[in-house]
């Protein structure tokens, strides 16, 4: 009898020990080491540009990164949906999450960032930042990293951005007699220039060269130093000096037109200036002969935004994030994937190749070997300044991104709009401005 207890014991004591031994190896992830076993890590991603421009590369970055990362881990498979067109990206991810089958790692569009983040869908990073010796997040622009934070935490890492410049016609201001502005131009600079080369070049009576298109309140706020929502989302303010200052200017500046509607056909036919772009669209068309078919008998080129008198020269920046899903299975994977896309050089360095954004490390974007891809894709034999894109994209303004923030941005232009077409006070007509788009944020809640 004792010697059946014994072996009863025996046994008992070795089937917890397979057990215990069974979840340590679940838990470790050691499982997927076994020979023969490999593990899925999942990819979710759209199939054309981010910059919605033609771009053959689509997957070509995504791919290599999946040749490199499988080479390095050989027990795992990555695998991506293709043909997901970035119209559609959001819907189609959005019936992932309902479904319950969120890619482990995915792309993430600046719009939708936050409402994941609300809805819990994104793994907080900062436990794999904090534990990862080889990961320095001083490596990239500080703006762009900042896009991936929500509640002071990173949910996302950037993938490529681009900022908002300043484009010019030289061939005009060469015709005009004037010099490209300094990078540290201001308001007055610019109205200047504006005012001087809005003229009647063909001496029919009507206006047919004009100083800019397409600058907006947002410009204006931004270098100015105003911001016009909190990070939330839930108030918006019109008032102040700030504010005042650049309803004022803008006021000054639309007045120069003579209530000519100025679009941006006219800047593409060579008849304006000025005109703030990002610098993907720059990037897009700047190559020939895409530079021949959009943008004909001008030369042209790009400086930072101008400084209002209590701003900088400064915009904002647009940032294509990569996350991982919260549920996911293989969050060891998914983070040293993540890895790949947004903090290998060698592979960061292909965005100057393959796609019409800006690498957000440093070290890519402001080396020799970006200035002379960037010089050879646009055949343009002048030096590129480097210094300008590095200062744009690491000192620009990342803007709130809340839930229905661009039906505020509508909102405001509707206020602003109202400012300057009527002939009330500006200050009266702030107060009301605000108070318009606070009843809208509200209703939103």
């Known amino acids: 009898m004792d010697v059946w207890k014994t072996r009863k014991n025996i046994a008992a004591g070795a089937l917890c020990a397979l057990l215990a031994a069974a979840l340590i190896v679940l838990y470790t992830d050691a499982y997927k080491q076994l020979p023969g076993l490999k593990s899925t890590l999942t990819v979710g991603v759209f199939s054309d540009s981010y910059w919605e421009v033609q771009n053959g590369y689509a997957y070509r970055i995504l ?17 991506y949906t293709s043909g997901v067109l ?28 936050n409402d994941f983040a609300e809805l819990g869908a994104l793994k907080n990073l900062q436990p794999f930042i904090e534990g990862d010796d080889s990961f320095c997040e001083e490596d990239f622009y500080s703006s762009a990293y900042a896009y991936g934070k929500y509640n002071g935490k990173q949910y996302s890492i950037p993938y490529e ?9 030289k061939t005009i ?24 080369v809005t003229k009647d070049t063909d001496g029919n009576g009507t206006v047919d060269q004009f100083g800019v298109v397409g600058y907006t309140w947002e410009e204006a706020f931004e270098s100015n130093g105003v911001q016009a929502f909190d990070q939330k989302g839930t108030k918006c303010s019109l008032t102040g000096e700030r504010v005042e200052q650049a309803l004022v200017f803008m006021e000054k500046l639309e007045g120069l037109g003579n209530g000519y509607h100025v679009t941006t056909k006219d800047f593409d036919l060579g008849k304006a200036l000025f005109q703030p772009m990002s610098f993907s669209e720059y990037r897009a068309y700047k190559p020939y002969p895409l530079s021949v078919k959009k943008y004909t008998g001008f030369e042209w080129d790009c400086i ?5 008198p209590q701003g900088e020269n400064i915009s904002t920046l647009d940032a294509l994030l990569v996350a991982m899903s919260a549920d996911t299975k293989n969050a060891g994977y998914a983070w040293e994937f993540i890895k790949e896309l947004t903090y290998d050089a060698a592979l960061q360095s292909e965005i100057f190749d393959y796609s019409e954004g800006v690498s957000v490390l440093k070290e890519v974007t402001g080396s020799d070997q970006t200035l002379y891809r960037l010089l050879e894709s646009s055949g343009d034999n002048q030096s590129m300044n480097l210094r300008i894109l590095n200062d744009a994209v690491e000192h620009a303004v990342v803007a709130p991104r809340f839930r229905n923030y661009k039906g505020a941005v509508a909102e405001v232009d509707k206020a602003v709009r109202g400012i300057l077409d009527g002939n009330g006070n500006i200050r009266m007509g702030q107060i009301i401005g605000s108070r318009t788009v606070n009843k809208y944020l509200e209703r939103q809640k």
């Open 161 to 169: 951005c681009a900022p908002k410049l300043m484009f010019l016609n």
């Open 173 to 196: 201001l060469k015709r005009e007699g004037l010099e490209i502005p300094d990078e540290q131009w201001t308001w007055d600079d610019f109205y200047k220039i504006c005012d001087k």
């Open 304 to 308: 930072p935004m101008p400084s209002g």
């Open 63 to 79: 791919d290599d990164a999946v040749l490199a990362f499988q080479k390095s881990h050989p027990d795992v498979e990555v695998s």
């Open 86 to 113: 970035k119209a559609d990206y959001s819907e189609w991810l959005a019936q992932q999450l309902l479904n319950g089958s969120m890619p482990d790692v995915f792309f993430v569009l600046s719009d939708d960032f």
